[in-house]
């Protein structure tokens, strides 16, 4: 993948990721330095890549995070804990799939497809994709850091 | 032949071909969250047909496998050169098994992702996922897969 598409298909998901997550939850988040999430309790979300490029974005949050956000997608408190999963899902669907119609649209051919969201949670979480090349972009905002990192072979 | 059946096929080809003997267990559906397991290789899939695969192993299984595919050396953590092994079996399995698919359209898969922790749950999709169990030697290991 040419270094250009590649810059500009992070900065798709950037205006996406802020973009959605300001519709659907009134989140504000804007980027910053590298910053951990302190919380033990992590939520990543993998979206896979195909097409001419392949790929794949992750998405991570800590819990308080993720349950913030599903409280405002929801428009109230949390009663299953399914909710906060198939948010996560809706969540990263909307803006992954934004972000793929935008480069897709500025690079004829290119073919970019997504596959499914999959949501992970747990403690010590570790996601590692072997032999892609990827851009951690971080963000913060009043309810905490998330980071949304993009990676593609070849590059 | 159905996705079940060809993953069935592909493991129990492809693994002991590295000298790890492998036996079909069962299969049952799951929930949609379910727990997973210490060490889990997620492949999206789309084109002919859309959803993930996630295969899934305890943390010892995961090192003897990667020990087994590099001639016996010993793995007492998952390093990049191990997530890079077991990525790649990962793939060889779902590569097999959707080659068998007879899809219209070519089934294009994404780069394997691994995933590790503890207490860890994971949702593959909204609907209900297939979970096939594989005897691994001594050890058990699971394929979930589910197709939008």
């Known amino acids: ?155 | 032949m159905d996705l079940k059946e060809q993953l069935i096929q592909s493991s129990t080809n492809i693994l002991p071909q590295f000298g790890l003997r492998t036996e079909f267990q069962g299969a049952i559906e799951e929930n949609q969250l379910s727990s997973a397991n210490q060490v889990n290789i997620l492949i999206g899939f789309s084109g002919g047909l859309t959803g993930n695969m996630v295969v899934g192993f305890k943390k010892t299984t995961a090192f003897k496998v990667i020990s087994t595919m590099m001639g016996g050396v010993d793995v007492t953590a998952l390093d990049v050169i191990g997530s890079s092994a077991i990525g790649e079996i990962t793939t060889m399995i779902a590569g097999n098994a959707m080659a068998g698919m007879e899809a219209k359209t070519p089934i294009i898969f994404s780069p394997p992702t691994i995933v590790t922790g503890e207490r860890i749950f994971l949702i593959i999709s909204r609907l209900k996922a297939n979970k096939l169990t594989f005897r691994l030697g001594d050890d058990l290991f699971n394929i979930s897969f589910c197709l939008e």
Do not use: W
Request: charged share 25%; with cysteine; hydrophobic share 40%.
């Open chain 1, 1 to 155: 993948m040419e270094e250009e598409k590649f810059n500009t298909f992070v900065n798709c998901v950037s205006d996406a990721f802020r973009n959605v997550a300001d519709m659907v939850a009134q989140f504000e988040f804007k980027e910053c330095s590298k910053e951990r999430i302190e919380e033990k309790k992590k939520y990543s979300v993998v979206v896979g890549i195909v097409g001419k490029n392949k790929g794949r974005i992750l998405f991570e949050a800590g819990g308080s995070l993720v349950k913030k956000l599903t409280e405002a997608m929801n428009d109230g408190p949390i009663s299953n804990v399914m909710d906060v999963y198939i948010c996560l899902l809706e969540f990263s669907n909307m803006f992954c799939g934004n972000a793929a119609t935008l480069i897709n649209n500025k690079y004829r051919g290119s073919d970019m497809r997504l596959t499914p969201p999959a949501v992970f949670s747990g403690v010590e979480l570790q996601v590692i994709t072997p032999n892609i090349h990827s851009i951690t972009t971080y963000y913060k905002s009043e309810h905490g850091i998330v980071t949304v990192d993009i990676g593609f072979e070849g590059v």
